[in-house]
């Protein structure tokens, strides 16, 4: 706690030290910052305002460019340009950077946190910091966890209650092991694929149905083809935020604490917008006419249950150790070990104001 302090405070200097310098003529560093989701979606407002921060606090010496909705290519495909160089930052989800770092898909074992919470926890702490030191090796530099939410399922076929009533669907999941493990778990068929190539083959019913957060669920207009939802919420999904190692490492001592602590004051400020647009998003999608069903206590025990079984295949995926850490993580968080972080986060979030308009004037 007191090394994250310094971090802070130090950062928060070096914001005041780039305050006190006159504004530079022209940019000396040009970023392209990629992602795949919808423009005016909370993540991409999250990167048009880091954008914007950082180059107040740099006064002008940082630009850095958003390309939202994969206008540079896939998730893999980004990450690909953040490890060659030819993009400098991006926000990807676990699902893609599993290729590149199999250790993350720890983060996508169903039902790991039990709310919010529990996932900033682990991912801020020194678990998520194990994790974002992986990437290392691949010459990328993981800065901070933002959220994509909990994932849910929808369907074309029936409203999905039912563990049970996911056999023999063909499901939509990232391209990640971790996933289709998942589906074939609950007995239906995965259709890994990339987001992009998603509302198309929804329309064109070469599959039955996927799962997402919903957000990204109105954004791309899913309820167009998709009738059923249930808030089963099986994942809590992340963004990492990455930048090119070689890029990172040339930077001057000040900007990159800059960049740091600016984009800990995103994510935060990020996080508190996407839980505001998810509830009002499932409002949206209600208007549109899909049933959204919420499973009581009981039924989301079945679903629980019936997924639990990957717990155990996952240690061939994101390895023995990591699935014993995560088990620990969830059986502390449960006998109430956490109880201070939880509560620091719920004080922490409960001040931060978001521009909740600002996201939802995008989608009609």
């Known amino acids: 706690?007191?090394?994250?302090?310094?971090?802070?405070?130090?950062?928060?200097?070096?914001?005041?030290?780039?305050?006190?310098?006159?504004?530079?003529?022209?940019?000396?560093?040009?970023?392209?910052?990629?992602?795949?989701?919808?423009?005016?979606?909370?993540?991409?407002?999250?990167?048009?305002?880091?954008?914007?921060?950082?180059?107040?606090?740099?006064?002008?010496?940082?630009?850095?460019?958003?390309?939202?909705?994969?206008?540079?290519?896939g998730e893999r495909a980004i990450i690909e340009g953040v490890q060659i160089g030819t993009i400098e930052m991006s926000f990807t989800t676990t699902g893609a950077i599993g290729g590149f770092a199999p250790e993350f898909q720890v983060l996508d074992l169903p039902f790991l946190f039990?709310?919010?919470?529990?996932?900033?926890?682990?991912?801020?702490?020194?678990?998520?910091?194990?994790?974002?030191?992986?990437?290392?090796?691949?010459?990328?530099?993981?800065?901070?966890?933002?959220?994509?939410g909990w994932r849910n399922f929808t369907s074309?076929?029936?409203?999905?209650?039912?563990?049970?009533?996911?056999?023999?669907?063909?499901?939509?999941?990232?391209?990640?092991?971790m996933y289709m493990g998942l589906i074939k778990t609950l007995e239906g068929t995965p259709k890994p694929m990339a987001y992009s190539e998603l509302p198309k083959a929804l329309a064109q019913k070469v599959i039955d149905g996927q799962e997402n957060p919903t957000v990204n669920i109105y954004s791309a207009r899913m309820y167009e083809s998709q009738p059923w939802m249930i808030m089963d919420r099986h994942t809590y999904n992340v963004f990492i935020f990455k930048v090119n190692g070689k890029v990172w490492k040339a930077l001057p001592e000040g900007v990159r604490?800059?960049?740091?602590?600016?984009?800990?004051?995103?994510?935060?400020?990020?996080?508190?917008?996407?839980?505001?647009?998810?509830?009002?998003?499932?409002?949206?999608?209600?208007?549109?006419?899909?049933?959204?069903?919420?499973?009581?206590?009981?039924?989301?025990?079945?679903?629980?249950?019936?997924?639990?079984?990957?717990?155990?295949?996952?240690?061939?995926?994101?390895?023995?150790?990591?699935?014993?850490?995560?088990?620990q993580f969830r059986n502390d968080w449960n006998a109430g070990?956490?109880?201070?972080?939880?509560?620091?986060y719920i004080d922490r979030f409960r001040s931060i104001p978001v521009p909740l308009d600002e996201v939802m004037k995008h989608f009609k």
């Open 114 to 148: 039990q709310g919010y919470e529990a996932a900033y926890t682990y991912l801020d702490g020194d678990n998520g910091d194990r994790l974002l030191k992986l990437l290392d090796r691949k010459g990328i530099h993981g800065l901070v966890y933002l959220e994509n």
């Open 257 to 327: 604490k800059v960049i740091e602590t600016t984009a800990v004051e995103v994510r935060d400020f990020q996080r508190k917008l996407n839980r505001e647009a998810d509830a009002a998003f499932v409002k949206r999608l209600e208007s549109k006419g899909m049933k959204v069903y919420v499973p009581n206590r009981d039924e989301v025990k079945a679903w629980q249950a019936a997924t639990a079984p990957l717990w155990d295949d996952a240690r061939k995926i994101a390895t023995p150790a990591l699935v014993a850490e995560a088990t």
């Open 1 to 73: 706690m007191f090394g994250a302090l310094i971090r802070i405070l130090t950062g928060l200097m070096a914001i005041s030290i780039f305050a006190a310098t006159p504004a530079c003529a022209a940019a000396k560093y040009h970023f392209k910052l990629a992602h795949v989701i919808s423009a005016g979606t909370p993540i991409d407002l999250a990167a048009n305002r880091f954008a914007e921060l950082v180059r107040e606090r740099t006064r002008g010496e940082v630009e850095i460019k958003v390309f939202p909705a994969a206008q540079l290519g």
């Open 337 to 344: 070990k956490y109880k201070g972080e939880e509560q620091k």
């Open 156 to 177: 074309s076929k029936n409203s999905l209650r039912r563990p049970s009533d996911m056999k023999g669907q063909k499901i939509r999941v990232m391209e990640s092991p």
